[in-house]
């Protein structure tokens, strides 16, 4: 059984279907962290990841120095696409932890500020690597528990909520 083809929208233009066996098949190699060569269809390209969100299925690369943002939809995703129907979910969060070991760089947010889904809440370097971790949820921000400059461990509460 064949699995199922994901949407692939680049830049909120270019739309592509793209299966796990896809991926599996493209010759890449790892220069460094985050640095990637990538020879696909006889041409070469140098590939760099700037920022992951797992829960949006959003990717921004830098490829031979463009900037790109890959969004993918899986078969559910395009099913609700079809039907018109938009998911709104809030969800209300009590603490947001470091996804990753890493060294804060920034914080975003303050004692007592409302938060919406996807708002920065801070940055975190990782692996050479700038990541901002956006809030997962909802809520009144109620204690922040790090400080710019700190270094912290994966699963580190951050920020509790109120």
């Known amino acids: 059984m064949s699995e199922q083809p994901y949407l692939a929208t680049v830049n909120g233009q270019l739309d592509f279907s793209l299966t796990p066996d896809d991926a599996r098949t493209l010759d890449l190699t790892r220069d460094a962290a985050g640095h990637y060569h990538l020879l696909w269809e006889g041409r070469s390209y140098r590939a760099e990841v700037l920022q992951v969100d797992p829960v949006a299925k959003s990717f ?5 120095g463009n900037p790109y943002t890959v969004e993918l939809a899986d078969r559910y995703d395009q099913l609700i696409s079809r039907l018109g129907l ?3 979910v809030h969800v ?12 804060v760089l920034d ?3 303050e004692e007592g500020q409302e938060i919406l889904l ?3 809440v801070l940055i975190l370097e990782a692996m050479k690597m700038e990541n901002v971790l956006q809030s997962p949820g909802e809520g ?5 528990l790090v400080k710019k400059g700190q270094a912290v461990d994966k699963g580190q509460v951050l920020v509790r909520m109120a």
């Open 86 to 88: 938009e998911l709104e």
């Open 60 to 64: 921004t690369l830098r490829i031979n």
């Open 107 to 109: 914080i975003q947010v």
């Open 118 to 120: 996807g708002d920065p």
């Open 140 to 144: 009144r921000v109620g204690e922040v």
């Open 92 to 103: 209300k969060i009590s603490e947001i932890k470091a996804p990753m070991p890493g060294l």
